[in-house]
């Protein structure tokens, strides 16, 4: 396509500024809904290179929009910046090392994952000025990915009503279009409120709560057999009920999250799961409050996109790795088992390749492999929106996500390389769908194909809001 190796020039201009930026985040990680000083150094990069920028972007105090340009097509940049607990670890070393303090840790990478979003973004805004073209660009910071919900509750609010295509990358071992599988998800509270009591001398008089969610957890083990084969549910223990055995506990609060391939199949499998906490409530006299927290749709795909964003991966060739990266992936590959890394060949669809500790290959666009699924609030703007996303290398392979090994390799040389790449594949292909009109009209008649014949509508109640947080006043 005429003009890529501008655009690649562009970010190379930028790249150190970036590099630097995603450093900062991983140095100061935030968990959902709480990232204030990452947003806040997201913001200072969209002033100084020039953006408009509105803060609060729905409502959520850790959203912004920076946007530049003036006139069509307008082209989204989706970025991220939220880190996950409990998984602290220091940079560059291969053996668990937690740093002190809150135990947070990037984790899943998002520290570049913004990082790289907003050097394509810039680096677009200076191919339409440089050019003189028509075209708005727009840098969408998104926080919350890991479980809140963010980009849901944004498509919500209309912020992406008038967007012609969103672009994004997610950081991975293996570079790769997305395959665009994801799993719709739903979040919700069980909350259980009984009658404490003595609990030697007056047992008779108690209702546990406890009692309650240990039986809901019982009742949903059984459930799992029932289920559609790709379907998840898990749960994690918000209260039970307090230390003290020799007291009948009277709340207890356990949370599930609720997956399925739809969210038709999720929204029925969500009220199997509620009608087991019915009965638990049942069982043990107690009362039940259910709250939703937060829920995403599943991806839909974009094939003209898809194939846009495979074609700049194969222009640029893999991503470039030196011996010292290679080095210091071996020793992270070392940390592994045999199943996690060939795991990562079956999850893309390709032969185990031995003794190869970083990626120097791009999957096929063609290529199946087996179905591995999370889930994503990308997938509701893929609903709303031609929407596609690029994985790129940027640790060793088989490196499982959301692990220390992920944290220790976030500032290392491949998280560097990787996120350059990413910015290079989104910003090459948003100059494609300005060049090429026939491209994004192809894109939206793949999405409406798509969507004519599912009806959706959000996954998250009206009633719920964004569990946001309060800006820290020492901020």
Partial sequence: MQNTARIWDLVDERREAYEALSDRVWEMPEIAYTEFRSAA???????????KITDEAAGIPTALVGEAGQGGPIIAFLGEYDALPGLSQKAGIAEPCPLPGNGYGHGCGHNMLGSAALLAATAF???????????????????????????????REGLFEDVDAAITWHPASITRVDDAKSLANTRIDFTFTGRASHAAAA????????????????????????????????????????????????????????????IVGMKALNERVIKVAQGAAMMTETSLDIKVISAVSNLLGNTPLEEAMYAN???????????????????????????DISNDYRRVG????????????????????????????????????????????????????????????????PAHKGLV??????????????????????AKEDLRKRTEQTPHECPIPADVSAPIQKRPETL
């Avoid at 150094?41 to 953006?51: A, I, P, S, T």
């Avoid at 708005?136 to 849901?152: I, N």
């Fill in 41 to 51: 150094e997201h913001r200072k990069m969209l002033d100084v290179e020039g953006f």
């Fill in 125 to 155: 805004k200076n191919y339409l000025a440089e050019n003189g073209l028509p075209g708005t660009v727009r840098y969408y910071g998104c926080p919350a990915e890991e479980g809140g919900a963010a980009k849901a509750f944004m498509v």
């Fill in 203 to 262: 047992p008779h008089l108690g209702r546990s709560a406890l009692d309650a969610v240990e039986l809901m957890n019982v009742g949903v083990n059984y459930l799992r057999e029932h289920v559609p084969a790709d379907s998840r549910i898990h749960y994690a223990m918000l209260d039970s009920g307090g230390i003290a055995p020799n007291v009948v506990q009277a709340k207890a609060k356990v949370r599930y999250a609720i997956r399925s391939r739809d």
């Fill in 313 to 339: 991966m194969h222009r640029l060739g893999p991503v470039e790795f030196n011996e010292l990266d290679r080095a210091f992936a071996k020793e992270i590959q070392d940390t592994l088992s045999a199943e």
């Fill in 350 to 413: 390709v032969p185990v390749r031995e003794n190869l500790p970083l990626c120097d290959f791009i999957v096929p666009l063609e290529t199946e492999g087996e179905a591995m699924l999370g889930s994503t609030d990308v997938g509701d703007v893929s609903w709303v929106t031609p929407t596609v996303q690029a994985r790129v290398a940027t640790h060793a392979i088989g490196t499982p996500g959301h692990s220390w090994q992920i944290t220790a390799q976030g500032k290392a040389g």
């Fill in 421 to 442: 790449y990413a910015a290079k594949v989104m910003a090459g292909t948003a100059v494609d769908l300005l060049q090429d009109r026939q491209l994004l009209e192809s």
